[in-house]
């Protein structure tokens, strides 16, 4: 990832809020219209401000518009699983694309590993993951009633495919929000200015997609965990692994919520 400038300008954090803020408007409160005026207008104030950042932005904001362009509300029948599979792929794929082909540079990297050696406290907390997902989501999502927000699954295939789109939807999540928008980000501001923009068009996304009621306590700083291990790190396979061993516990938790007589494993 590619190291901000030295000295950063509070006026670039105006027009990233303006960003964060159309996704919270496209993905939480569903309004298109008034979401991609807010997209445009901020991305133009970048555009304005400093040409580099308006770049940034863009290629961001691209990714919003392509997600944008349909319902990612979870749903498992085939024609939403390929829709929502190919619009996610592509608001990874196109602002990639554009970044290496149109403004010739490498600010969009997926760095698998670092040479930096984990910490105990990093290989701890991995396995703390799993028993923190355990402790939490079933509370979560049966006490709030989230779980609704899934198709009630008892069918093989729609099981599998529920499956193959929580590990597909957890990956492009660091794809997009880590390894793009954050990375992005952090060209023009210090971490944590750039997690917190990051963190609000993340759990924008995530309140769409399901994680309502009180979701957003979870997933705002999970969010936040997420762009910080990252920063410290350098390794998508490192923040990769965390997030797909909670959305581990995420799959258990959502099925057994529609099922109880299934994986009885949770207290809650």
Same mark, same amino acid.
């Given at each position: 990832m590619q ?6 300008s509070?006026?670039?954090?105006v027009?990233?809020s303006?960003v ?5 408007v496209?993905?939480g409160?569903?309004l298109p ?16 401000l400093?040409?580099?950042? !308006?770049?940034?932005l863009?290629?961001?904001?691209? !990714?919003i518009a392509?997600v944008s362009?349909?319902s990612?509300? $979870?749903?498992v029948?085939?024609g939403?699983?390929f829709r929502?599979?190919t619009?996610?792929?592509l ?10 082909f149109l403004?010739r540079?490498?600010a969009i990297t997926?760095?698998w590993?670092?040479r930096e ?9 991995? #396995?703390a993951?799993p028993?923190?997902g355990?402790?939490?989501?079933p509370f979560?999502f049966?006490?709030s009633? $989230?779980y609704l927000?899934w198709?009630h699954?008892?069918?093989l295939s729609? &099981?599998?495919r529920?499956?193959v789109?929580v590990i597909?939807? !957890?990956?492009w999540?660091?794809?997009f929000f880590?390894c793009?928008c954050?990375? &992005?980000l952090r060209r ?10 990051q963190a ?9 997609l !399901? ?6 306590l &979870?997933t705002?700083?999970?969010a936040l965990l997420q762009?910080y ?8 396979g490192?923040?990769l692994?965390v997030?797909?061993l909670f ?6 938790a ?5 099922n ?5 494993i949770? #207290?809650y």
């Amino acid at each position: 990832m590619q190291q901000p400038v030295a000295a950063w300008s509070r006026r670039a954090l105006v027009p990233a809020s303006g960003v964060a803020a159309s996704a919270l408007v496209l993905f939480g409160f569903q309004l298109p219209g008034w979401g991609h005026l807010l997209l445009v207008a901020s991305v133009g104030l970048a555009w304005w401000l400093d040409r580099e950042l !308006g770049a940034d932005l863009t290629l961001i904001g691209v !990714g919003i518009a392509i997600v944008s362009a349909t319902s990612v509300e $979870a749903d498992v029948a085939w024609g939403a699983f390929f829709r929502i599979g190919t619009v996610l792929a592509l608001a990874v794929a196109v602002p990639f694309v554009l970044d290496r082909f149109l403004l010739r540079r490498r600010a969009i990297t997926f760095p698998w590993r670092s040479r930096e050696k984990k910490t105990r406290l990093e290989i701890a907390y991995l #396995v703390a993951v799993p028993l923190l997902g355990w402790l939490i989501l079933p509370f979560y999502f049966i006490r709030s009633g $989230a779980y609704l927000n899934w198709p009630h699954i008892t069918d093989l295939s729609e &099981l599998l495919r529920f499956l193959v789109g929580v590990i597909a939807v !957890g990956t492009w999540d660091e794809l997009f929000f880590i390894c793009t928008c954050f990375a &992005l980000l952090r060209r023009h501001m210090p971490v944590w200015p750039a997690n917190l923009v990051q963190a609000v068009i993340f759990v924008s996304f995530l309140w769409e997609l !399901g994680y309502r009621a009180w979701g957003p306590l &979870l997933t705002f700083p999970f969010a936040l965990l997420q762009g910080y291990l990252f920063a410290r790190t350098r390794s998508l396979g490192y923040v990769l692994s965390v997030h797909l061993l909670f959305d581990a516990i995420v799959f258990l938790a959502i099925v057994h919520a529609h099922n109880p007589g299934w994986i009885p494993i949770f #207290v809650y």
